[in-house]
């Protein structure tokens, strides 16, 4: 049996992009929902909109260059070393990415092996990688939806934690139903932040299981 944590879960979060994902878990911390406390955001990308989250909310944010390691024999690994040594400094416990468009390396995945998450706009293990609205349509799913995983050396292809799904529609184009997956994505990842905070996540294999959980309703089904 997991044991619940009596500290706070110190978090780090990865981004490249707008930061929504990051701006639900800032907002479920400041609400009270989640028992954590993000203590570094980190980018790849100086202009980053996460970035400037982070500012807004007076959290410690960082921008780690990726051009000086270019041309090294082992450049994504040299600079998943920096990455290492910046979450180290900051104590970090858990690193959730969150639109973070790099591959991360062994470096990062067996330093923080099941205590780095990752959100994906799919039912994995359908559909890993890009594009997937488009590509749940061209298939015609009747569903699509979203996954947050633990991070492994495969892309997408970590242990399943908690997933969402949503109907596709007749008149879905990749942008539509983007977006309404988007929204639950914005309610998952918290409740996951806050699962591994409770200690309540337990590993075994390719599983995860919610130690003390409940069934939540009935399967999506439609459209009929």
């Known amino acids: 049996m997991s044991i619940k944590r009596t500290d706070v879960l110190r978090v780090a979060v990865l981004a490249s992009g707008r930061g929504s994902n990051l701006q639900a878990v800032i907002d479920a911390i400041e609400a009270g929902t989640v028992q954590a406390k993000i203590v570094a955001v980190i980018s790849n990308k100086k202009d980053s909109p996460a970035l400037e989250r982070a500012r807004l909310h007076g959290l410690p944010c960082f921008f780690v260059d990726p051009k000086p390691h270019v041309g090294q024999p082992d450049s994504r690994e040299s600079y998943d070393r920096e990455l290492l040594s910046l979450l180290r400094q900051h104590e970090v416990e858990l690193v959730l990415l969150a639109g973070y468009m790099k591959i991360v390396t062994r470096v990062l995945v067996e330093a923080f092996a099941n205590r780095m998450m990752n959100i ?85 294999g390719r599983r995860v299981f919610v130690e003390q959980g409940k069934p939540v309703g009935e399967a999506v089904i439609g459209p009929s």
């Open 120 to 204: 994906h706009p799919s039912l994995l293990p359908s559909f890993p990688g890009l594009d997937v609205q488009q590509k749940a349509i061209e298939w015609g799913c009747k569903l699509a939806g979203c996954t947050v995983h633990f991070v492994t050396e495969g892309v997408d292809e970590g242990p399943i934690i908690l997933q969402a799904a949503v109907p596709i529609l007749d008149d879905d184009t990749a942008g539509t139903l983007a977006a309404r997956i988007l929204v639950q994505e914005h309610k998952i990842y918290p409740r996951a932040v806050q699962l591994f905070a409770e200690g309540r996540l337990r590993v075994e």
